[in-house]
Structures are given as C-alpha cells and as structure tokens.
C-alpha cells in the first residue's frame, strides 16, 4: 500500500518465502523506500536491498501495534493497513465458500482493482459495460 499514493498492489505466490518476497519488493519499490511491516524473518534482507525497513512488534509481552518515533504524536511506523486490506480480502472470498488455487491470482486481481478505483463515473460504467457513449446531436 502506498502511503503517499495510497495505491495497493498485492500479488499471489506459490510461497512465502524470504527470496519471493524480496523479489516482489524489489520489482516495486524503489531504493530508499521505506517498507514498514511486522518482524516477520522473510523481510530480513530489506536493508540489502537499499529500503529503508521500520518493524512493529506484534509478539510478546510488550507487543506494540504502531510507533511514533519522531515524537510528534503521529504513530507512523505500523502495518495496520495491510491488516485491514487482508481483512477485506477475506470478506470478499468468504462468499465464494472456497476459491481453487488456480483462479486465486484472479479473484485477488479483481479485488485489487476494486480496491484501487476511487471514482465510478457514466463513463466508465458505459465502457464496462460495452454500451456506445451517448452521441450529443446537438453540437
């Protein structure tokens, strides 16, 4: 989820792991982007990769959901989006009672772009729907 564009990308991997998630930060963040997650281990080479990576911890007995680190009483450092995103996810599949690995790629990409639409317009309705736009005799 981008802060500042505020827009989300997600992609569907075969695994979780370290070397997959690296290559997906990589091929859409740039150098110097600031990655905020959890203290899972499969974020563990951010800082080679040239991002900047900013954890909260979730575990424990001191757990911690979101940090202000500058004081400014703005907790920035947190991952508290994502989580919701993922809750959306799943609320959005739970009608489906069940979604074949296979499609799995498509449903997330049909919630992502749902996610990512800010604005439903005529026209954009019209192109969706295959319907001609309205011819203004008029003019």
């Given at each position: 989820m981008g802060r500042a564009t505020h827009e989300f990308r997600s992609e569907v991997l075969d695994h979780a792991s370290g070397a997959e998630l690296e290559e997906v930060i990589d091929c859409t963040t740039l150098e110097g982007t600031t990655v905020n997650t959890d203290e899972g281990k499969g974020y563990n080479g951010l800082p080679r990769m040239r991002r900047v990576h900013v954890t909260v911890d979730h575990s424990g007995p001191k757990s911690t959901w979101a940090r202000d680190d500058d004081g400014d009483g703005v907790r920035e450092v947190h991952c508290n989006t994502q989580e919701g995103i993922w809750t959306g996810v799943?609320?959005?599949?739970?009608?489906?009672?069940?979604?074949?690995?296979?499609?799995?790629?498509?449903?997330?990409?049909?919630?992502?772009?749902?996610?990512?639409?800010?604005?439903?317009?005529?026209?954009?309705?019209?192109?969706?729907?295959g319907i001609r736009p309205i011819i203004d005799l008029a003019s």
């Open positions: 799943r609320n959005y599949l739970r009608p489906f009672r069940g979604v074949s690995k296979w499609y799995l790629a498509q449903y997330e990409a049909i919630f992502q772009w749902g996610y990512n639409i800010k604005a439903v317009t005529d026209e954009f309705l019209r192109i969706l729907l």
